[in-house]
């Protein structure tokens, strides 16, 4: 049984901290991308032997237990880089990075790997995949026979140096649909993304005259150009709702949808990458949209208000660009994206998710500094997916909460229903009554097991109340069990 360990003392003291004027929503989505390709966040370097393997594991863990002590709950992990991927499959060849050649397996499975480590944190692992990009020509060439240009040359296309799978040919979207049902069928993967599904820079020229003359039938190329797009959006929502109804299905499209309300506006989603993420929420073919809103002021603020608009009762996050803090990306002032974060909260955005992991994580002009004693001082829990729980019950309340002191550390425990398709959320307070509205009352969420072990001052004199919920796989919540009052003295009980 794994043992998860809450940092009780931080919880309880962060009120001593000073009072910030931010809001502490119950329900956020706090998420990153951690990006895979060049090993940009994770692994930094590629294995050759168990110890060099166990460093690139110990390196995933630090990254995450960082995540965790600021309380993010979801990990966005690049699982399909530019025609290679980090699982076993039987499509597409393992990274180089992570043992320096490609098709070469790391001795464990990396994917899998992630979706344990974060499901141990309370955090949800979505499986985000770049979609139609192949790689370079030097990368096209290092994969060598196993690259699927190599294989199915009848699906790419050389546009500006770079390789591409042709989005207009009907076999596009089979073969990406595969790939889709590999992770979907093979691992416990909470959500896959669509990253990258779009047409690339510089689409006018994109040479996919002689696809449009024999698939165009009728249509605008412009419009040809959509559909293809959301033929692929929707055959994957379709196929994974029949599948595991209870995996999300969003995509991170241009942080600016169109010129129509905007005329000004530069390289937008619909009329340059002819992306229409619009349609696929009107469709009810997203469960989240993620647009990647890297930019300022008026390149911003009013597309929030876009997107929530047309956001359609579906989860509406927006990407911030983190890696913007950076003096070789923009050189922002904190305060860029700390006002940023206000304002979505105020518009009733569902969540955050910065791009990238590294940014956050090594405190970029205080960022990470900023999200763990401000902005995500307390655990949030992810948003009940309504529109897609229609099948599965809402949980009984947990029964039997027992706290039982075990030396230097207090032992939680109570009965549920099994970890698979079920998680904890627990609540307390320092009195006999616990606020279930609050940020503040919430001490872990996401907790997969039936057990919670918490660090104590074995000198301290406390009271303390403790209840539990459990969520269904939609996130919805049952009602309570019935809280258990614990005194915490110098005297063990």
């Excluded at 393997?53 to 600021?70: G, P, S, V």
């Excluded at 003096?327 to 904190?334: F, I």
């Excluded at 049952?478 to 009980?493: A, F, G, I």
């Amino acid at each position: 049984m794994r043992k998860i360990v809450v940092l009780l003392w931080w919880c309880i003291w962060a009120g001593s901290l000073p009072a910030a004027d931010d809001d502490h929503p119950k329900h956020e989505i706090r998420a990153v991308w951690l990006t895979t390709i060049f090993g940009l966040d994770w692994p930094t370097s590629p294995a050759t032997n168990e110890t060099e393997r166990n460093r690139q594991k110990q390196e995933l863990r630090t990254i995450l237990d960082r995540l965790q002590e600021a309380h993010f709950n979801t990990v966005f992990v690049q699982t399909r880089l530019r025609g290679d991927v980090i699982y076993r499959s039987q499509i597409e060849p393992i990274s180089a990075v992570f043992t320096g050649q490609c098709g070469k397996w790391p001795e464990y499975d990396p994917l899998a790997f992630v979706i344990d480590e974060c499901h141990k944190r309370g955090m949800e692992c979505h499986a985000f995949f770049v979609t139609y990009p192949v790689g370079s020509a030097k990368m096209v060439k290092e994969q060598g026979r196993a690259s699927v240009v190599k294989r199915h040359p009848e699906l790419c296309i050389k546009h500006r140096g770079d390789w591409y799978l042709n989005p207009g040919h009907p076999g596009t979207s089979d073969y990406l649909l595969s790939l889709v049902k590999e992770v979907v069928k093979n691992y416990d993967i909470d959500g896959i993304q669509f990253d990258y599904i779009r047409y690339p820079e510089g689409a006018q020229f994109f040479p996919d005259k002689k696809t449009y003359q024999k698939y165009g039938k009728g249509q605008s190329l412009e419009n040809w150009r959509r559909d293809n797009i959301n033929r692929i959006i929707a055959r994957a929502h379709d196929w994974v709702k029949k599948t595991k109804p209870w995996v999300q299905v969003s995509s991170s499209p241009l942080g600016k949808y169109s010129k129509r309300q905007h005329p000004n506006a530069r390289w937008t989603a619909y009329e340059d990458a002819y992306q229409d993420p619009r349609a696929w929420l009107k469709a009810g073919k997203q469960d989240m949209i993620v647009p990647m809103m890297y930019y300022q002021q008026q390149d911003f603020y009013p597309f929030v208000n876009n997107w929530l608009e047309h956001s359609g009762q579906r989860n509406m996050v927006v990407g911030l660009g983190a890696y913007r803090l950076s003096k070789k990306e923009g050189n922002w002032k904190l305060s860029e994206i700390t006002d940023q974060i206000r304002y979505v909260r105020r518009q009733g955005v569902k969540g955050c998710a910065f791009f990238r992991t590294q940014f956050v994580i090594k405190n970029e002009k205080g960022l990470y500094n900023e999200l763990k004693n401000r902005f995500f001082k307390y655990p949030a829990q992810l948003p009940p997916l309504v529109w897609m729980n229609e099948k599965d019950s809402v949980p009984c309340a947990p029964q039997e909460i027992v706290v039982i002191r075990e030396q230097e550390r207090l032992k939680l425990s109570w009965k549920g229903r099994s970890s698979d398709d079920c998680t904890y959320t627990i609540y307390y307070s320092q009195s006999d009554s616990i606020d279930m509205t609050k940020a503040q009352s919430i001490l872990a969420t996401g907790i997969r097991e039936n057990v919670l072990y918490l660090p104590i001052d074995r000198h301290e004199e406390k009271e303390y109340s403790f209840c539990v919920t459990a969520s269904n796989r939609y996130r919805m919540e049952s009602q309570p069990s019935r809280s258990t009052y614990y005194y915490l003295s110098e005297y063990e009980k």
